[in-house]
Nanobody
Framework: QVQLVESGGGLVQAGGSLRLSCAASGSTVSINAMAWYREAPGKQRELVARINSASITYYADAVKGRFTISRDNAKNSMYLQMNSLEPEDTAVYYC????????????WGQGTQVTVSS
């Protein structure tokens, strides 16, 4: 079992920055990859950024160059540095962890609201 708790969301003006954090607990040694997803009003949950155990990263085109995902394995934490925020970034952001024990399983945090005002 893995528990994920997001923090760092809030209200920010366009052009501003936020740093989201995800604290993982439980069977953290089994985490193979972690990711940030977001769900905007009326839209499907979408992958924002992903980082695997080898620190290989992926970014959605919409956030490439503006967001940076990082992971601190010693602290069982993952971060999303969001710069140059746009109103289109407004969404609930979810922390995700993928586990292989022994099959693929996904765990989710409760989400944190990010609102970017124009």
């Amino acid at each position: 079992q893995v528990q994920l708790v997001e923090s760092g969301g809030g209200l920010v003006q366009a052009g501003g920055s936020l740093r989201l954090s995800c604290a993982a607990s439980g069977s953290t040694v089994s985490i193979n990859a972690m990711a940030w997803y977001r769900e905007a009003p009326g839209k499907q949950r979408e992958l924002v950024a992903r980082i695997n155990s080898a620190s290989i990263t992926y970014y959605a085109d919409a956030v490439k160059g503006r967001f940076t995902i990082s992971r601190d394995n010693a602290k069982n934490s993952m971060y999303l540095q969001m710069n140059s925020l746009e109103p289109e970034d407004t969404a609930v952001y979810y922390c995700n962890a993928m586990i292989l024990n022994p099959t693929v399983r996904n765990y989710w945090g409760q989400g944190t609201q990010v609102t970017v005002s124009s």
